[in-house]
């Protein structure tokens, strides 16, 4: 069963466009994340939220916001895509608890900016 | 400053044969490392998961091995198969509360028939 989902797994958007991607939980965790990772590099973070207290990465460009409404949902809005933005977008959870926590990834979604 | 290195950074092997890739940190506190598999596309998928007081973990054909005192980590995966090619990737948590996860750059690792 999927337990971190993406949608939609591909996107393409043109230059300037407004996009949102979208991911959702069935795990009941209470921190989500978003990291953007280009091609054969690590994932970096942008942002997370810790419940509803969003944490900004401080070189995550302004260009990039997000919204948790509920603990179930997040949202990446990118304001204005630059080709610089093309890139694989993650989405992570994890349970903050005594003893450490796993952290449970999306599959991604593929961003093209044309 | 907190940091995760592995080695090598890409590696070509037959199918069958065993490797080991390396991950050595520089995080403090230290909480847990994972090892994370990432087929290409898709999103990591947690291999296995070790805290300061264990040695080895194992998952079927990969196993881990954690020296908390060297700070180093490796990833022995046996008798490789065609669908091991993947990037491997190594992340270190600093502490038990936190949400911070310190990435590794990860091993490119291509299986060959």
């Known amino acids: 069963d999927a337990m971190v989902i993406q949608n939609p797994r591909y996107q393409v958007t043109q230059f300037g466009k407004p996009v949102t991607l979208s991911c959702s939980q069935t795990?009941?965790?209470?921190?989500m994340y978003w990291y953007q990772q280009k091609s054969s590099q690590a994932p970096k973070l942008l942002f997370h939220?810790?419940?509803?207290?969003?944490?900004n990465e401080a070189d995550t460009p302004d260009n990039f916001q997000s919204r948790r409404p509920n603990t179930s949902f997040c949202f990446l809005d990118i304001r204005s895509p630059g080709l610089g933005d093309a890139a694989m977008y993650l989405c992570?959870?994890?349970?903050?608890?005594?003893?450490?926590?796993?952290?449970?990834f999306g599959p991604g979604t593929r961003l093209l900016v044309l | 400053k907190n940091q995760v290195e592995q080695s090598p950074q890409s590696l070509i092997i037959l199918e069958g044969k065993n490797c080991t890739l390396q991950?050595?940190?520089?995080?403090?506190?230290?909480?847990?490392l994972r090892w994370y598999k990432q087929d290409t596309g898709r999103g990591p998928v947690s291999l296995t998961i070790?805290?300061?007081?264990?040695n080895t973990k194992s998952n079927g054909r990969y196993t881990a091995t954690l020296d908390a005192d060297t700070k180093q980590s490796s990833l022995h995966i046996t008798a490789s198969q065609l669908s091991d090619s993947a990037s491997y990737i190594c992340?270190?948590?600093?502490?038990?509360?936190?949400?911070?996860?310190?990435f590794g750059p990860g091993t490119r690792l291509s299986v060959l028939p």
């Open positions: 992570a959870t994890s349970l903050i608890r005594p003893g450490g926590e796993t952290q449970y």
């Open positions: 795990l009941n965790h209470n921190v």
């Open positions: 939220y810790y419940d509803k207290d969003f944490n």
């Open positions: 991950c050595n940190y520089t995080v403090s506190p230290f909480s847990n």
């Open positions: 070790m805290t300061f007081s264990e």
């Open positions: 992340v270190v948590s600093p502490d038990n509360y936190g949400q911070n996860f310190v």
